[in-house]
C-alpha cells in the first residue's frame, strides 16, 4: 500500500484512476494515460507528494509528445483565430522556408486597391500571400476563394504594367488550413495559384512544413485553455517558439511553467 502526501500535509492511499484522470486533461486518450500511469507507478514510493508526482507525471507527459502533437495539430490550427493570428503564422511559416516576408498590404491595383495578407519573396521572385482559416477543420475551402485570388492578382500586375505599384509578382501563394475542394484545386492548378493546405500538395502540405520548420502553433500545447489562448493571442503569440521565450504576468506562473515544459518537449 502506497500513501500519497497532499499539498495540506494530510496523506491517502494511491489511486491510480484519480491520476489517470488528470493525465487526461493534458490531452492523451484513456489507454495513453494508463500506460503514462503505469510508469509513473514504477517510481512510487510511500509517502510519496503530489508535487512530486506532478514531476513524474510531467517527465512522462513530455516523452511521448510526439504522438500527441501529430494528433491535436489540425485542431490546433482551427483554434487559431483568423485575424491576426493564423495570417501572421503563415508569415512565420514562410520565413522558416526562407522567404523574406513582408506583413499585409494595400496595395494599388489598376482598378482599384487591394489588402493582401503579406508579401514574400525569394530568389528574386515576389509572390503575393493569400490566407483562409477555418476554425472547423474539416470545412474545404471553395472554389470562390481561388478565383478572387487571381482576380486580385490580375488587377495587381495591371496596375504593376501602368506603373501603379511597385510589386512585379510571380503568383499568389494560397495558404489554408484545410483541404481544398475539388474544384477550387482544378482552377489554381489551371492558372496556376500555388496552393498549400492540409495535406495537399502530397509530401508538401502545411502539416508537413510545419512539421519541416518545427514551428508548431501555440495552440497545439496539450493543456492550454481557452482563456490562456486569448491571453497568448493578445500578445501576440503564434508559435510554441513565443511561449518557450514568453515573459509575462498574464498568466499564473505555475501554469506558465507547464506550458513553457510542453513548448520545449515539442520544440
Same mark, same amino acid.
Given at each position: ?5 497532499k ?5 491517502? &492511499? ?8 488528470t493525465?487526461?486533461?493534458?490531452? #492523451? %486518450? ?11 507507478e514504477?517510481?512510487?514510493?510511500? @509517502?510519496?507528494?503530489?508535487?512530486e508526482?506532478?514531476k513524474?507525471?510531467m +517527465? ?16 490546433a ?6 485575424k &491576426? ?5 503563415v508569415?512565420e511559416?514562410?520565413r @522558416?522556408l526562407?522567404?523574406?516576408? !513582408?506583413s499585409n498590404?494595400?496595395?494599388?491595383g489598376?482598378?482599384?486597391t ?8 525569394? +530568389? ?13 477543420y ?10 478572387a485570388?487571381? !482576380? ?6 495591371? @496596375?504593376? !504594367? ?10 499568389v501563394?494560397?495558404i489554408?488550413?484545410?483541404?481544398m475542394?475539388t ?5 489554381s ?9 492540409? %495535406?495537399? &500538395?502530397?509530401?508538401h502540405? #502545411?502539416e ?12 497545439v #500545447? ?19 517558439l513565443?511561449?518557450i %521565450?514568453?515573459k509575462?504576468?498574464q498568466? &499564473? !506562473? %505555475? ?13
Open positions: 500500500m502506497i500513501t500519497v502526501k499539498w495540506d500535509k494530510t496523506k491517502e &492511499p494511491y489511486n491510480r484512476e484519480k491520476l489517470v484522470r493525465i487526461r486533461r493534458y490531452g #492523451l %486518450n484513456q489507454r495513453e494515460a494508463v500506460e503514462v500511469a503505469m510508469k509513473i514504477d517510481k512510487l514510493f510511500d @509517502g510519496v507528494s503530489t508535487k508526482i506532478q513524474l507525471m +517527465d512522462e507527459i513530455t516523452a511521448s509528445r510526439f504522438i500527441i502533437r501529430k494528433r491535436d495539430l489540425r485542431a490550427l482551427g483554434q487559431m483565430k483568423s &491576426p493570428d493564423f495570417e501572421v503564422y508569415q511559416l514562410l @522558416g526562407g522567404y523574406k516576408v !513582408a498590404k494595400v496595395i494599388q489598376f482598378c482599384v487591394h489588402e493582401i495578407d503579406g508579401v514574400a519573396e525569394k +530568389d528574386g521572385k515576389q509572390y503575393y500571400i493569400e490566407t483562409k482559416h477555418h476554425s472547423k474539416h470545412i474545404r475551402t471553395p472554389f470562390i476563394a481561388a478565383l485570388a487571381k !482576380a486580385k492578382l490580375d488587377d495587381i500586375r495591371h @496596375g504593376y !504594367a501602368e506603373g501603379k505599384n511597385m510589386y512585379d509578382f510571380e503568383r501563394i494560397l489554408c488550413n484545410t483541404r475542394t474544384h477550387a484545386l482544378r482552377y492548378k489551371c492558372v496556376g495559384i500555388e496552393h498549400i493546405g492540409w %495535406n495537399s &500538395p502530397k509530401n502540405g #502545411l508537413k512544413i510545419i512539421t519541416q520548420t518545427r514551428l508548431y502553433p501555440f495552440t #500545447l496539450p493543456s492550454i485553455t481557452a482563456n490562456e489562448r486569448k491571453i497568448l493571442s493578445s500578445m501576440g503569440a503564434t508559435t510554441i513565443d511561449i %521565450n514568453l509575462t504576468n498568466i &499564473p !506562473a %505555475n501554469r506558465l511553467i507547464i506550458l513553457k515544459k510542453e513548448a520545449k518537449a515539442i520544440r
